[in-house]
């Protein structure tokens, strides 16, 4: 979200940032921004850019290994999806695990541009996290943009409560999706 996006929406790139609102035991719930959507799963419930045109998909339509997923289409071209997945990997019992399962499905015509440990939101035995941004480009399958066109991506990788490996992705057009907002896609996850 540009700017004056957010000027036109009556959102300040301030008030896009999120504040996670502490409970004292460690059992934090993390904020997700005026005029987006959430997306639960029984590990975790992230936030997505429903002001931006991502809608949830349903169940009957996602691939089995998404627990849950939200688009934007734009003349019936994906340009953006945000899914959850879960227990994607076996043997994982932390965020670096996580993380390194992940990573490697991120394909071979990416780029990664950081990685970071991240504190999310939630129990404070499942708060651990890691963050990987990357940049790819579209492969023009399955109502993806054209082959070559320049994408950006985020994920968040880590465990939860009870042991179960997630990553949550943000794939999205470049340049579509701002870094305040990819921060605040981060930001808005709550591990359960």
């Not at 799963?41 to 997505?48: C, F, H, M, N, P």
């Not at 691939?63 to 953006?80: H, M, P, Y």
């Not at 070559?148 to 997630?166: H, N, Q, W, Y």
């Not at 999706?177 to 921060?183: F, I, K, Q, R, T």
């Amino acid at each position: 979200m540009t700017a004056t996006t957010a000027a036109v929406m009556g959102v300040s790139v301030m008030g896009a940032a999120l504040l996670l609102a502490g409970c004292g035991d460690g059992q934090d719930t993390a904020s997700v921004p005026e005029g987006w959507g959430t997306l639960e799963t029984r590990s975790l419930s992230v936030g997505y850019p429903k002001n931006e045109g991502y809608a949830e998909q349903p169940a009957a339509e996602r691939a089995k290994s998404n627990a849950a997923v939200a688009l934007q289409e734009k003349d019936g071209i994906r340009t953006g999806m945000v899914s959850v997945q879960l227990d994607f990997a076996t043997g994982v019992r932390d965020a670096a695990g996580a993380a390194a399962a992940a990573g490697a499905g991120i394909g071979m015509n990416s780029t990664r541009r950081a990685t970071e440990d991240v504190r999310l939101a939630g129990p404070d035995d499942a708060r651990e996290a890691r963050r990987i941004d990357y940049d790819f480009t579209a492969d023009g399958q399955d109502d993806t943009p054209n082959v070559g066109t320049p994408m950006t991506g985020v994920l968040v990788a880590g465990v939860d409560s009870k042991g179960v490996p997630f990553v949550v992705r943000l794939n999205a057009v470049k340049d579509a999706v701002d870094a305040e907002d990819l921060d605040a896609f981060v930001e808005s996850i709550t591990v359960k």
